[in-house]
Each structure stands twice: as C-alpha cells, then as structure tokens.
C-alpha cells in the first residue's frame, strides 16, 4: 500500500472512529474543545506512523488508546493527577499499561454524553445543533451549513464560540436529569435526524448513502428510548429512521446509481426495519397525547412502507398528515413537501402553486431540491424548456456528486 493508499485508508478510519474517540476523551477531560484537540494529535500520530509500520489489527481501538492516553498526560501537566486522575481512574477503571485499553461495552452511552452536553442550554440553539454535528458525524463546516440552509463563516464561529461557552461554563459531562433533560431533549432529537439524513442523503461527495452514519444516529435514538420510554417524540424519531432506513438496499443500483422512491424495487425494503418502524409508532399510540413532528413524518413514512407499489400509495393521506404537520412545525421544507405530496395527490398543478410561494424564501435562496421539484413539476406539465433550465440550477447547487449527476441527467431528457 503506498503512503497515499495508507492516508487515505487512515481519513476513512477517523471518520468511522472520531466520533467515539472525542466522546471517551472529553469524557476524562471534561472539556470538548480539548478533547477534539487531544484526539486529533492521535490522529497526527497515526498518520506519522502507520504508513511505516502498518494499519494495526484493530486501528479504532489504537486510536482510542494513543487518545486516552494523551488525555491522561494533558491532566498530569496540568497538576491535576492526585485530584482528577484518581477519581477518573476509580470511576473508569481503565489500565493506561495495556495495548489496548479499550472494549465497546466502556462507551456505550459516551456519545450520549456528549450529543446533551454540546446541547447544553448555555449555549444558542443552533451552535447547539453545529457543534454536535461536527464532533458527533465528523463533518466539515461546509457540509453542516449545507445541511443547516446557512453561510459556512457562520457555522465556524458557532463552532468556535460553543467550545469557548462550554469550557468557560465549566459544563459537566454527563446525560441532565428531570427537567433540564426534557428542555434538551427537542434539540438532541433535532441533532440525531440531521446526523440520520447527512448519512441518507449526504450533502456532498461522491456517495449516495452513508450508513453508518444512519446506523449510528439509529443507534443513539434507541439508547434515547431505553432513557425516556414514555417520550412518544423520541418513539417517532426512531420510527421515522428505521422506516427510512428500511429502503437503503433499493436506493441505488448495482453501478452506484441513486433510485427514486417510485421506481425502488420494494421487495428488497428491509422488512424488519419496518415492523420495528411500525412497532415504534404503535407504541406512541399506546402512550397517547398529540402527536409531534417527527411521528407525524413517521406516519408518512409508514404510507409509504405500507404501499406494495408505488401506484398504491395513498397520497390523500400523506397530503392530509402535511397539512396537520405543516400546523405542528412550519418551515419552507415541509411546504416543499407537501407541494410534493400535493402533486402526487391533486396533480402537479396543484403542487406548483405552493412551489412558486417558495420561490423567494431567503432559507431556500441555495438549496438545490427547491428547483429540483420546481423541474420535476414543470416537466409532468410539459414545460420541458422551463424545466430543463431548473435542474441545471439545482445541479450547480448541489455539492452531492451522484445527486448532480442525476440532476443533469433529468435536464437533458
């Protein structure tokens, strides 16, 4: 392997693995702008090493290792080790002698941790939301304004404020209890669904699908159920990720290309992500109360899921749940979506007249799917000029190359 091949293999290990790294060490630091810090000279170490000596057998765990390891001496430096280190020593019981001080039992809740103390209330809602996304799903400040319909400068200074704030306020690292955990928990929700969707949908590069990204935001959506069983929002979100998960094998074909909804081939839809799904609504049921945003999208997620074709798909009902949803949580997104819903519903007619309202919204003004449905709709009313030129737009747009390719695609047909 060359050193290039061995750097590049080393970028997509820290991908898979910084997330869980950050999380262990600000776990012992307490602190997450140092923790970022110390994990990242691990990452620096391994780039150094590892093109002479070789990937190790488990590479993660090394990480993991050289991390805490580090942690442990910035505490040393710092005169901290008869006071922090003993106590973190008690209360982890981890041996800093061995080669691999590490076992995925000792995190399983650390990424927990982490996604409510970046959620913390000291901090604005949405540095909440952009400094999450960055340690949680590793994503750069680009690809998070992209998600976040927002500048990349401001990102960066959300980011860099929200590791000041959380350092100066000397924020514990640990899950909030009672009702410091129920006011945090709508923006941890919000945290986990955009981590879901960079992996669905990703907003740039080459591939169509992350999944581990999504299985990982599943993951943590689940640890977030055992915590709070009786919060039917949390159920909803979980519902919605499985349901959608649900369609990853029919989502793109055998060369890498993406498949629209309604040419997927549905009997290779996860059946058992859906009865999980399924079970997860259910269950909202059983605890009763309105519902939420995200079991209303759960609930259009299930008409879907429901429908053996696409041709069966009950696009009243799913027009009706916008409606309700566009009540409970208004945003030019879901009008988006339910112009869509309401094409497929009452035609594209229907459809283009809330499109066209859409048309000046600032928080729209450069996201791609906006002329993306603007085209598609023009082109089932046949105003293929028109709609041409709106899926160039959305293709400049787009920084997702498999999504621009289709883009341009559909513009030439």
């Given amino acids: 392997m060359t050193r290039y091949e061995t750097h590049r293999t080393i970028e997509g290990i820290w991908i898979v693995e910084s997330a ?19 994990s990242q000279e691990a990452l620096v170490i391994a780039l150094e090493k590892w093109p002479v000596s070789g990937i190790p057998e488990k590479p993660g765990a090394w990480l993991m290792t050289v991390a805490k390891r580090r942690a442990i001496d910035f505490l040393r ?19 800093i002698d061995s080669e691999y001080d590490f076992v995925d039992e000792e995190i399983n809740d650390d990424l927990l941790r982490l996604i409510f103390t970046t959620c913390h209330p000291a901090l604005s809602r949405e540095a909440r939301v952009a400094l ?8 750069k400040t680009d690809e998070i304004a992209e998600a976040y ?21 000397n924020v514990t690292f640990e899950v909030p209890c009672g009702l410091e955990l129920s006011h945090r928990l709508s923006t941890v929700l919000e945290v986990i669904y955009l981590m879901f ?19 990982e935001a599943i993951r943590l959506g689940r640890i977030l159920a055992e915590l709070l069983p009786e919060e039917p929002e949390v159920h909803g979100l979980i ?32 059946n058992l992500l859906i009865h999980r799904g399924f079970s997860a609504l259910k269950r909202i049921e059983q605890i009763g109360g309105p519902y939420g945003p995200y079991s209303l999208q759960a609930s259009i997620a299930a008409c879907h899921a429901k429908a053996p074709t696409a041709a069966d798909t009950d696009w009243q009902e799913i027009s009706a749940l916008y409606d309700v949803l566009s009540q409970v949580s208004p945003s030019p997104i879901v009008e988006l979506n339910r112009a869509v819903a309401y094409s497929m519903a009452y035609g594209p007619a229907a459809g283009l007249k809330i499109v066209d309202i859409l048309k000046d919204e600032p928080a729209l003004k450069k996201y791609h799917l906006l002329p993306a449905v603007r085209g598609d709709l023009l082109a089932k009313l046949k105003r293929h000029e028109e709609a041409s030129a709106e899926f160039r737009r959305a293709a400049s747009l787009t920084e997702n190359e498999q999504e621009r390719a289709l883009l341009l695609k559909r513009s030439t047909n």
Avoid at 77 to 95: G, P, T, V
Avoid at 132 to 139: D, I, M, R, V
Avoid at 201 to 213: A, F, K, M, Y
């Fill in 132 to 139: 999450t996304l960055k340690l949680l799903c590793g994503l």
């Fill in 20 to 38: 869980k790294i950050i999380a262990r060490v600000a776990r012992i630091v307490q602190d997450i702008g140092i923790a970022e810090d110390l």
């Fill in 149 to 169: 319909l927002t500048s990349e400068s401001t990102i960066a200074q959300r980011i860099v404020r929200a590791k000041r704030t959380l350092s100066a306020s």
């Fill in 197 to 215: 969707n960079e992996g669905y949908v990703p907003s740039s590069g080459q591939n169509w699908i992350r999944p581990t990204l999504c299985n």
């Fill in 239 to 270: 519902a919605l990720m499985e349901i959608q998960a649900s369609r990853f094998k029919a989502r793109i074909d055998s060369s890498g290309e993406p498949i629209l909804l309604q040419d997927q081939n549905r009997a290779l839809w996860d």
């Fill in 77 to 95: 430096r710092n005169q901290l080790r008869d006071q922090k280190y003993e106590e973190i020593s008690r209360n982890m019981k981890f041996n």
